[in-house]
């Protein structure tokens, strides 16, 4: 990192001083080369290093915090397109796992990957029964890369120590080790998996790969192979099909928390499947939190009381007794929910709002804003932690997708202290499935 810094910084050098006597069309033409040069060198740079830096490269690639779009653009080749590890050492490392050779196990094997990320590769693989699967093969260095990455968490506690003194750092790093050492696990991931598989199975829009843990162990997954399109392919859709397609993402990502209690906590584009109609295939279920009752309640009281029923009191409390703002904090009531209210704004009105690029990116802003007093005393509880995806990672997909949609109504079918009345199309279908399955 210390050297592609250097690199870096000795090419801005160059480009100021190529763009002194240029005119404003010329500085601009130079700016834009500049930064997708930058860009590509980042983006090479991470996809070599893998683990915890590759997934930083993945958010930046995708979240609406003001990084030009160009940028983005080349930072979202990490999302599934990294160098991959050659034929042989694939075949090898595959091998390693099943324990003899691939031809004993499959009838066709692709050795070229459909698709290479950080900490593990994908191919293409017809099994001796006949079955189209994906099979996941992580790199033979990746415990190695994850764990050197994460010795230097303590860097990591400071920065945020900085921004909020009163964040326990050792808590909240504790508990990003602890899930991002489980991705390692692919046994722990075929679980997680078969968790959401069970319960949706059969679901009229959203699509869980099956497992098959017989071929599978901790370093290599295999699961039904699914075809379909990009998300940047789907972001060439006409509005309606990117709206359906958001509206089961939001779907998914809340029935989970609130239904299962589990959230599949790493929303990136490259996760995603896409078919006409709504339905998405959702993969990579390493980065999976599971939640207790208790967890949920508090959820579920911040929206009862910043939400249903508005009462910045009854809120406060609610976020003392969680632990998040100490009970003896100076901080007005109103300060306290008028801090917490942009998290909730697009759920306010009952009327269809468009989750926009600048929302995404005023959340993202209001979420680290250090100049607010009210982070002096913010605490964030271990189970917050990975749920925080939502607000960082969520939000700044549907606003890609330029999602629109009467969300209030949507999260009331959802919400299981509310359980409202299909709002959509999608929803008559949900209901459906909900009361065939005996789920309702």
Do not use: C
């Not at 860097?155 to 808590?171: E, S, Y």
């Not at 949609?405 to 209901?431: H, M, S, Y």
């Amino acid at each position: 990192m210390s050297t592609l810094g250097a690199r870096i910084a000795a090419a801005y050098l160059q480009h100021k001083s190529k763009a002194i006597f240029a005119d404003a069309s010329r500085k601009e033409e130079l700016n834009r080369e500049f930064e997708i040069k930058s860009a590509t060198q980042v983006t090479e740079t991470l996809g070599q290093m893998r683990g915890v830096m590759m997934k930083l490269g993945q958010m930046a690639g995708y979240l609406d915090d003001g990084v030009p779009e160009n940028v983005k653009q080349t930072l979202g080749t990490l999302y599934s397109n990294v160098p991959p590890m050659s034929r042989e050492l694939a075949r090898q490392a595959i091998e390693n796992e099943l324990g003899g050779p691939l031809e004993a196990t499959f009838t066709s094997f692709d050795l070229d990957p459909i698709a290479a990320a950080s900490i593990g590769q994908v191919h293409r693989a017809i099994t001796n029964a006949g079955v189209a699967v994906a099979v996941k093969i992580q790199y033979p260095d990746a415990a190695n890369t994850m764990a050197a990455d994460l010795a230097n968490s303590e860097a990591l506690g400071r920065i945020i120590g900085l921004a909020f003194p009163n964040i326990d750092t050792r808590r909240v790093v504790a508990e990003i080790k602890a899930r991002m050492l489980e991705e390692l696990n692919y046994e722990i991931e075929a679980r997680n998996q078969q968790l959401f598989y069970n319960y949706y199975q059969d679901h009229p829009f959203i699509h869980i790969p099956k497992i098959f843990p017989e071929l599978s162990n901790k370093r290599l997954l295999v699961s039904e192979l699914v075809t379909g399109s990009t998300f940047d392919e789907a972001l060439t859709w006409p509005e309606e099909e990117r709206n359906l397609a958001a509206e089961t993402i939001y779907r998914f990502v809340f029935r989970s928390l609130y239904r299962i209690a589990a959230f599949n906590g790493d929303p990136h584009p490259g996760n995603y499947i896409f078919h006409q109609g709504g339905k998405v295939t959702f993969l990579d279920f390493g980065l999976t939190k599971v939640f207790q009752p208790a967890n949920l309640f508090v959820f579920e009281s911040m929206i009862k009381t910043m939400v249903l029923d508005p009462n910045p009191l009854e809120f406060r409390k609610v976020i003392e007794s969680a632990g998040v703002i100490p009970p003896d904090s100076p901080l007005q009531t109103e300060e306290i929910a008028d801090y917490f209210r942009h998290f909730y704004a697009f759920l306010e009105d009952d009327d269809k709002v468009t989750l926009s690029s600048e929302y995404a990116s005023a959340i993202f802003r209001h979420t680290f804003d250090v100049s607010a007093r009210i982070t002096k005393y913010i605490d964030v509880p271990e189970y917050f932690v990975i749920v925080q995806r939502i607000n960082l990672g969520l939000y700044a997909l549907l606003a890609r997708l330029g999602a629109t949609a009467n969300w209030r109504k949507i999260a009331e079918e959802i919400w299981p202290f509310v359980q409202g009345p299909p709002a959509t199309p999608l929803g008559e279908l949900e209901k459906r499935w909900l009361i065939e399955t005996g789920k309702q």
